[in-house]
């Protein structure tokens, strides 16, 4: 279905003015008289001549209000997650809302037998040559953890197999400053040379400060890194409520805010004009038991919530929503996805990261959960597409036309528009009841079952021969799936 994305936006706002005014100068407040925790004296010194306030003594880092506002004024408002094949970019800042995949879990389930086994190297191949072809993802990020691979190579094989599978635009975390420099001279080889990929970054890295209120050297070297050779990057803070962050959603809010603001400002530090995403990746704990809740109602409150408040500095965000606490693909997990999901994509986050494919409180991956996922997801855009009225939809002319009692079944007006007014599901059910009964009673999961295997059998590689040849002789610590 053809639609504009984001035309009815923003229409979801779960603070007012007052609210997000108040939020904002509390966490100004954290930032410049409590400051960020960095146990690092080299990244103290490079603070110190950015203009920060450094206290060696505390090893922490202050922002004054005049700094701040300096480094987040030198944050592009607008940028480009790119494609390879230049048909799926991500436009930033153009009041978008684009959907992802979550990444870096560590076990999937498999449907036929109920159990969860851990993820392997064709795992990420096989989710990312999912994603390529689900219209409503719209970018890949690395979606779970390769245990079959050596730890020198890692990062090298999950983003070539995340390439060899997907043209669209591959995100995901590194561990080390090894890895992304594996990464970056992977994709450089490919791009034809370091200037063309800073030209067209298509891929991005994903960094998380610890909360509350400390960014750790790892973080700070591959952030770093990044921003020195033009890689889009996100500083993610994720805070839990009650465990790492207050339990009041404003006061969680509050220390994200503050942790996600020094993050765009600490990148502009290491590199004026780096394109940084405002991050946010706000989460709950069922307090009378103490579990993990990443499905709650309140996670997406608060990341629709974050969405405000990054754009109170008309930043682009990486918001969270669309995980469950279900360990299977049933009404839980479709409920608490649709919500959560809705409710950030309503608020106009640019980026909805965690949408697809996640289950068990963001722990484990379902091949299933991508399709039915990116089912939801495409309702979700339909919803945020509105309602078109031109001359054209307002139908006045076939109105007249057929007149009283009659049908516009066989009308031009109605074939010319049942393309693009209406979102078609391919796992839905809608056919009669005895319809139904002869093809068998399938349902979703059924569904989604034969989709995936469709999918990963027609799947080509997207790399181009001769290229894959030149990347297997320059890295011969490639693996094969």
């Known amino acids: ?103 870096r879990v560590f076990r999937a389930l498999d449907v036929n037998s109920g159990n969860y086994r851990l993820t392997t190297l064709e795992d990420v191949a096989n989710t990312a040559a999912l994603v390529n072809r689900l219209a409503h993802i719209n970018f890949y990020i690395i979606a779970c953890q390769a245990h079959d691979l050596e730890p020198e190579h890692y990062h090298l094989n999950d983003f070539y197999h995340a390439f060899n599978a997907t043209s669209k635009h591959v995100m995901g975390g590194c561990d080390s400053l090894v890895g992304v420099q594996q990464v970056w001279d992977l994709a450089a080889l490919m791009a034809g040379g370091e200037q063309q990929l800073k030209e067209r970054p298509f891929f991005s890295v994903i960094t998380n400060p610890i909360s509350p209120l400390t960014i750790e050297s790892n973080t700070l070297n591959i952030l770093g890194f990044c921003c020195s050779h033009g890689i889009p990057a996100t500083c993610a803070p994720a805070p839990i409520c009650g465990a790492t962050a207050p339990a009041t959603l404003a006061g969680a809010l509050t220390q994200m805010h503050a942790e996600a603001l020094a993050g765009v400002a600490i ?67 479709g409920s608490e996805k649709s919500f959560s999901n809705l409710m950030v994509a309503m608020a106009g986050g640019d980026c909805v990261h965690l949408a697809a494919g996640m289950l068990d409180s963001g722990n484990s991956i379902s091949y299933e959960q991508y399709v039915i996922d990116n089912e939801i997801l495409g309702m979700v855009q339909r919803i945020l597409a509105g309602i078109n009225v031109t001359e054209e939809t307002l139908a006045l002319s076939v109105i007249q036309k057929v007149g009283p009692g009659g049908n516009y079944v066989m009308e031009d007006h109605t074939i010319d528009h049942m393309m693009d007014e209406f979102f078609y599901p391919d796992l839905c059910e809608r056919h009669l009841f005895d319809i139904w009964v002869q093809q068998g009673r399938p349902n979703m999961l059924s569904r989604a079952t034969a989709m995936v295997e469709n999918i990963l059998e027609a799947h080509k590689d997207c790399l181009d021969p001769q290229l894959n040849s030149r990347i297997r002789s320059a890295f011969p610590g490639i693996k094969d799936v």
Do not use: C
């Open 1 to 103: 279905m053809k639609v504009n994305k984001g035309t009815s936006l923003p229409f979801y706002r779960p603070l007012n003015p007052a609210h997000i005014e108040k939020i904002d100068g509390a966490a100004r407040w954290i930032l410049e008289h409590i400051g960020i925790k960095i146990h690092d004296r080299h990244f103290l010194e490079l603070m110190d001549q950015g203009g920060a306030t450094v206290d060696s003594a505390t090893s922490t880092v202050r922002f004054s209000a005049e700094r701040l506002d300096k480094a987040l004024a030198e944050a592009p408002r607008k940028f480009i997650l790119h494609s390879r094949d230049g048909l799926n970019d991500i436009r930033l800042g153009e009041d978008r809302v684009y959907f992802t995949n979550g990444g």
């Open 267 to 333: 990148a502009q530090i290491f590199a004026p004009g780096s394109k940084v995403l405002y991050g946010a990746v706000l989460t709950a704990m069922d307090l009378r038991t103490m579990d993990f809740t990443m499905g709650s109602v309140e996670m997406a409150m608060m990341n629709a919530a974050a969405v405000q408040l990054a754009k109170r500095y008309d930043l682009p965000i990486y918001a969270s929503a669309g995980v469950t606490e279900s360990k299977r693909p049933d009404v839980q997990a």
